[in-house]
């Protein structure tokens, strides 16, 4: 579903690049891009000399916030891609997942790690996050990999 979103920054660029990844903001709910759908939210991370981004993202599927909603199958073919240096067992996936406890924690351990991971999980079909968050109106929303974000300016 293609949606408009908005990004607050105080860096100037054309394009979106993993390498910039918190390097002006927390990346506390995870490793990705932090979009809204309001544009006054926005404005507030450009503060006074900042620039405002309007960007076009197909959403796709969400990873959760709150639990692991990815299948064992899902998970498997992550860790098979992304963990060479181990053997993946269902007992390997099966800590993974008591261990980190959400969709965005494990992407975040692996975006940590490779830097590459994004791409991965948006061509199986997830390339966001939403937070929630009851002191504001509207969600932010965590966009995992760069290619999925066209860049109005």
Same mark, same amino acid.
């Given at each position: 579903?293609?949606?408009?979103?908005?990004?607050?920054?105080?860096?100037?660029?054309?394009?979106?690049?993993?390498?910039?990844?918190?390097?002006?903001?927390?990346?506390?709910?995870?490793?990705?891009?932090?979009?809204?759908?309001?544009?006054?939210?926005?404005? =507030?991370?450009?503060?006074? #000399?900042?620039? %405002? @981004? &309007?960007?076009?993202?197909?959403?796709?599927?969400?990873? !959760?916030?709150? =639990?692991?909603?990815?299948? #064992?199958?899902? %998970? @498997? &073919?992550?860790?098979?891609?992304?963990?060479?240096?181990? !053997?993946?067992?269902?007992?390997?996936?099966?800590?993974?997942?008591? @261990?980190?406890?959400?969709?965005?924690?494990?992407?975040?351990?692996?975006?940590?790690?490779?830097?590459?991971?994004?791409?991965?999980?948006?061509?199986?079909?997830?390339?966001?996050?939403?937070?929630?968050?009851?002191?504001?109106?509207?969600?932010?929303?965590?966009?995992?990999?760069?290619?999925?974000?066209?860049?109005?300016?």
């Amino acid at each position: 579903m293609e949606t408009t979103l908005y990004h607050g920054s105080r860096m100037c660029f054309a394009k979106f690049d993993e390498k910039f990844i918190g390097k002006t903001n927390s990346v506390s709910f995870g490793r990705g891009f932090y979009f809204t759908p309001n544009k006054e939210k926005a404005l =507030k991370y450009c503060r006074n #000399d900042g620039y %405002l @981004y &309007e960007c076009v993202v197909d959403l796709k599927k969400p990873l !959760s916030q709150k =639990k692991i909603t990815l299948s #064992d199958t899902e %998970l @498997y &073919e992550i860790f098979f891609v992304f963990e060479t240096r181990i !053997s993946i067992t269902q007992e390997y996936i099966e800590k993974v997942k008591e @261990y980190l406890e959400t969709d965005i924690g494990i992407f975040s351990m692996l975006q940590e790690e490779t830097g590459k991971i994004g791409k991965f999980y948006s061509k199986i079909g997830y390339n966001y996050s939403v937070v929630e968050d009851p002191n504001e109106v509207d969600a932010s929303y965590i966009i995992l990999n760069c290619e999925d974000i066209i860049n109005r300016a």
